[in-house]
């Protein structure tokens, strides 16, 4: 326990250039502090105690506004930078060295039994705002963008950015396999698509006035007025 707690003081300490000295990580930072009373909440919910786990967890997340599930294998040297709004699902693993940034997600997609949250291999980053869903793993050193969705695992060493998220660099160079420049964008194609039924629309209402202009007065449609 104390060794684990070591690590992840050296870990703020290195990771975090606001850190000064131990004693000040220990004192004031509040992901240290979530990370911390997470371990005993971990290992009450191993020993089948889960009320006791559930509620050390809540009274951490009241007093650190991160919410990590007791159920969830935390590993050693990992900081949680900021971390409020940082949510850790039940079934999720956060592997050795791993960063993580405010208002992270690792959560699930549905109400499914068992795995049902992410695996982080070792070394990960991720950025602020990303929400990585699903019972896949994310490989060893990867990054996760600010404000990434990852929905689909990703190979070790490779950043993926975007909503949802797609593979950029693998290993500090652009993927030869895949134009991530020309992606389609979905928002973009239904926005197109609107206007084209739009324009289609304004068409036929200027037919219909020509028409209604055009047609013998007794022959036109009386609009009712309000």
């Avoid at 490989?139 to 969705?149: L, S």
């Avoid at 695992?153 to 490779?158: D, E, G, L, N, T």
């Amino acid at each position: 326990m104390f060794d684990a707690i070591k690590k992840d003081v050296r870990a703020v300490r290195e990771r975090d250039p606001a850190a000064r000295n131990s004693f000040e990580v220990l004192l004031l930072s509040s992901g240290l502090h979530a990370i911390m009373m997470h371990r005993p909440a971990h290992w009450l919910y191993e020993h089948k105690a889960y009320l006791p786990a559930r509620f050390l967890s809540q009274f951490s997340r009241f007093l650190t506004g991160i919410e990590i599930h007791p159920g969830a294998k935390i590993g050693q040297g990992v900081l949680i930078d900021h971390g409020m709004g940082v949510v850790i699902g039940e079934t999720a693993e956060v592997g050795d060295g791993c960063t993580i940034y405010q208002g992270v997600t690792l959560g699930g997609t549905g109400k499914d039994k068992g795995k049902r949250h992410p695996t982080l291999g070792k070394n990960v980053t991720v950025g602020c705002g990303a929400k990585i869903l699903g019972p896949f793993k994310v490989g060893d050193g990867a990054k996760v963008a600010a404000n990434a969705v990852l929905l689909e695992s990703i190979p070790p060493a490779s950043t993926a950015v975007g909503v949802p998220a797609r593979i950029a660099r693998v290993g500090g160079r652009k993927p030869n396999t895949l134009d991530h420049v020309h992606l389609p964008d979905p928002v973009a194609q239904e926005i197109c698509k609107l206007q084209f039924e739009l324009d289609r629309l304004e068409k036929r209402i200027r037919e219909l006035e020509k028409e209604q202009a055009a047609a013998p007065a007794d022959d036109r449609v009386r609009v009712p007025q309000e």
